[in-house]
């Protein structure tokens, strides 16, 4: 760094800037862009015409509670919306978190495979982050708990977690809240809860309702089909909430994000059909996959996880050249600890289709 340049504080220059998935292709192509875990849905006809609507008062400042959200979401769940606070995107409720939990001589852990944004929103804070090793792609309560120490503050767990698809039951939930200490919270990133059906699967409502060191947090990027609008909302016990609404920002959420927010809450048959897709069409994508001869990592989210094999000329690297060749945007998960996997994202019939095809003839050989 040159001489009498500023320094950040410590920490900021450990991170590594986050790099979403491309969506862009060479030549112009329209692509079939599987690389952000988007609904191929769209969102909700009535929230876009909220959005319309709110295109009238542009000249306003926004309800700085986000009121009419926050009560949205509380009638869906049957929640307190008071202890309901909301941010832009779930990703700045992490970074708000961190920001008030966490600290120089801090530990926060997540687990080996867990959302990037984690290690970034630790370190910004000037905490050290702790990385658990995962069991066959799962969290794995017992690693997370063999590395708590006296400086830790906060455990991130992403349940479901990206970008493997997988979850731990809530009884595993629970086991981690009792054995942690009580000033340790314990944030459940529950960004794609909407979309499993597994009978023990629970998102956290019920932890937070019934402890005060619990925070769950969701999104509306993804079933709602509103990421071009950052929504998203947390969880919490009454106190982190009012530290939360302490140090967010007084208008972090804008007129029209908050107008279609709680009216796609209130969509629910919008809701449930990008639900039924992803049912259709995630154990469709998966068994193409595993008949092409790739890993496929068992998901409960609208994305899947897919391995090369260890040896041979059949590399993520050069699938991903070739899908992109072909107008197809895949996720490359290097940063993410798999240097030879891709992450496709289940979309539209036709972009499925269209991925699956071209990986087939990359598999095949048959790509001239």
């Known amino acids: 760094m040159p001489m009498n340049t500023p320094l950040p504080r410590p920490g900021i220059l ?31 006809p009535q929230a876009i015409e909220a959005y319309r609507a709110a295109a009238l008062e542009l000249e306003r400042y926004p309800d700085g509670q986000a009121t009419a959200l926050r009560a949205a979401i509380a009638r869906r769940y049957g929640l307190d919306a008071s202890r309901i606070v909301c941010g832009s995107g779930s990703d700045e409720l992490l970074a708000l978190i961190a920001r008030a939990y966490l600290g120089p001589g801090d530990e926060a852990i997540y687990t080996e495979h867990g959302f990037l944004v984690y290690r970034i929103v630790i370190l910004t804070n000037g905490a050290t982050p702790i990385i658990a090793p995962e ?4 969290a ?14 906060v455990v991130f767990i992403a349940n479901p977690n990206n970008p493997t698809g997988t979850y731990i039951p809530i009884d595993e939930v629970r086991r981690l809240r009792a054995a942690l ?3 340790i919270v314990l944030v459940l990133d529950a960004a794609y809860a909407e979309y499993v059906s597994r009978n023990d699967y629970e998102a956290g409502i019920e932890l937070v309702a019934t402890t005060s060191n619990t925070v769950m947090t969701r999104t509306f990027s993804k079933i709602h089909g509103l990421a071009a609008l950052r929504i998203g909302w947390a969880y919490c016990p009454a106190a ?15 007129v029209p994000a908050i107008a279609c927010g709680a009216t796609a809450m209130d969509d629910s048959e919008h809701m449930q059909a990008a639900k039924a897709h992803n049912d259709t069409w995630l154990p469709r994508v998966a068994g193409k996959l595993q008949s092409l001869g790739l890993d496929v ?5 609208n994305f899947v996880l897919f391995h090369f094999p260890s040896s041979g000329s059949k590399t993520a690297n050069g699938a991903d050249e070739y899908l992109k060749s072909q107008g197809v945007i895949v996720r490359k998960v290097g940063a993410y ?17 269209r991925a699956l095809t071209a990986l087939e003839a990359f598999m095949n050989g048959s790509t001239s």
């Open 14 to 44: 450990d991170i590594n800037a986050y790099v979403p998935g491309e969506s862009k292709v060479p030549g112009g192509i329209k692509p079939a862009k599987l690389s952000s875990n988007e609904t191929p849905l769209g969102a909700s």
């Open 135 to 138: 069991q066959q792609l799962h």
């Open 140 to 153: 794995d309560v017992d690693a997370i708990l063999a590395r708590v120490t006296a400086r830790t503050r």
């Open 181 to 183: 200490r009580d000033d």
């Open 240 to 254: 982190i909430a009012d530290v939360l609404n302490r140090i967010r920002g007084p208008f972090n959420l804008s």
């Open 297 to 301: 990592t068992p998901s409960v989210a």
């Open 337 to 353: 600890g798999f240097a030879n996997s891709l992450r496709m994202t289940i979309g539209s019939e036709a972009d499925n289709v």
